[in-house]
C-alpha cells in the first residue's frame, strides 16, 4: 500500500508530481535502451538528426558584439549592472560559440565531408532522443528542458539580453533570463551600498510582492523587481498577501513581480517562511568555483498566513525559475 502524501506533511497534489516524475523516468529509460533504427516515417535517423540541426541553426542567434557591448555599458562605479550585463553576454557568447561550431561540424559529418568523431555522434544521438547534447550542457546554466523547449527558451533568453542592451535598464527583470543570476544579486547590493555609503556586508534583501503586472510595476529607488518565478507546493494568495494552500491538481502558481529591497542591518520579521529559489525543480546543486550554488539562487522571506513556518517547511514549499509543464 502506498502512503497518502497528507502522513508526510505534503499536499494531495504531490501524488501527482511523483507520478509525473516516474513517467519521465520511465521514458529516459526507454530511450537509453532503443536501438537507434529509422523512424519518423520514412526518414531514417540522419534524416532526423538533419532536419533538427537545420532548425536549431535558423533560431539560435548570432554571437552578441562584446564590444558595442562594453562601449555602451563601460564598467562604472555607479552602476553596478553595467558589469552584470557584459558578463552575461560573454557566458552566453561561450554557449553559442560551441553550438554554432558543433552544429557546422554535424552538418559536414552528416554529409560525409568529415569523419564523424565521438562527440559528435553522442551529439547526434541526444538531439535524436529530444536531449540537450553533453557539449552544449557543460557550457549551458542548468536546466532541465527537452532540447526543443531549451532552444526556444535560449532564444528568449537572448531576446532579453538583447532588449536590454538596446532599451536601458528594464524596470522588472526576467530573472529566469539570466546565466549567473548570483552575480545579478550581488550587483544589487553593490549599487545600494555604494548610494548610501554602507558596508555591503551588512546588507540583505527584503521582499514586497506587488499588485502590479510585470507592464506596470514601478522601478524601484533602491533594489529591483523581479517576475517569472513559480511557487511549488503552496501559492501566493493575492488577498490575504502571504502563503496560501494549493488549489487541486494546481503543481505550479506564478508569483506576482518582486520588489527586492535591500536593507541594512535587516531584522528578520516574524510569521514568515524562508522559502529557497532554485533555477530548476530539482532542487540540488553543487558548490561551483564562485562559492555558490549551481541551482539554489536565495531564500525570500514570504508572509507564512494562516500557518506556522514549519507547516510550509513539511509542505517542500519552494520557488524557482525553470518549471517542466
Not at 536501438?35 to 533560431?59: H, W
Not at 548610494?195 to 510595476?217: C, M, N, P, T
Not at 533594489?223 to 505550479?252: C, Q, T, Y
Request: a negative charge; glycine letters at 6%; aromatic letters at 10%.
Amino acid at each position: 500500500l502506498n502512503a497518502q502524501p497528507e502522513v508526510f506533511g505534503l499536499h494531495a497534489n504531490a501524488d501527482i508530481t511523483c507520478a509525473r516524475n516516474e513517467t519521465a523516468d520511465m521514458m529516459l529509460t526507454i530511450l537509453s535502451m532503443q536501438s537507434g533504427a529509422g523512424t519518423g516515417g520514412d526518414q531514417g535517423r540522419d534524416q532526423v538528426i538533419n532536419r533538427m540541426a537545420a532548425e536549431i541553426s535558423e533560431k539560435v542567434p548570432d554571437l552578441f558584439p562584446l564590444e558595442a557591448f562594453s562601449e555602451k555599458y563601460p564598467t562604472c562605479y555607479e552602476q553596478s549592472f553595467n558589469t552584470v550585463l557584459v558578463q552575461e553576454a560573454i557566458r552566453y557568447n561561450r554557449l553559442l560559440a560551441v553550438m554554432h561550431r558543433s552544429l557546422r561540424e554535424l552538418d559536414r559529418a552528416l554529409k560525409g565531408e568529415v569523419v564523424t568523431s565521438q562527440e559528435l555522434d553522442a551529439m547526434g544521438l541526444s538531439m535524436f532522443n529530444n536531449q540537450v547534447p553533453e557539449m552544449w550542457a557543460e557550457r549551458a546554466y542548468p536546466s532541465m528542458r527537452p532540447l526543443s523547449a531549451w532552444v526556444d527558451d535560449l532564444v528568449r533568453r537572448c531576446r532579453f539580453i538583447q532588449k536590454w542592451y538596446e532599451d536601458g535598464l528594464p524596470s522588472v527583470f526576467w530573472m529566469a533570463g539570466f546565466f549567473f543570476q548570483q552575480a545579478f544579486l550581488t550587483g544589487t547590493l553593490q549599487n545600494f551600498a555604494r548610494k548610501h555609503q554602507g558596508s555591503i556586508d551588512s546588507i540583505s534583501f527584503a521582499f514586497e510582492l506587488r499588485a502590479e503586472s510585470v507592464d506596470r510595476a514601478p522601478r524601484p529607488e533602491d533594489g529591483v523587481n523581479i517576475h517569472g518565478i513559480f511557487m511549488e507546493g503552496a501559492r501566493w494568495d493575492m488577498e490575504a498577501r502571504a502563503i496560501g494552500e494549493s488549489r487541486p491538481k494546481e503543481l505550479f502558481t506564478e508569483m506576482p513581480v518582486v520588489w527586492m529591497r535591500p536593507e541594512i542591518n535587516r531584522v528578520r520579521p516574524a510569521g514568515v517562511y524562508s522559502c529557497p529559489v532554485y533555477k530548476t525543480l530539482r532542487r540540488a546543486g553543487t558548490l561551483s568555483t564562485t562559492g555558490h550554488s549551481t541551482n539554489f539562487i536565495i531564500a525570500m522571506d514570504l508572509p507564512a498566513g494562516a500557518h506556522d513556518e514549519a507547516f510550509w517547511v513539511r509542505r517542500g514549499v519552494a520557488c524557482f525559475c525553470e518549471v517542466v509543464l
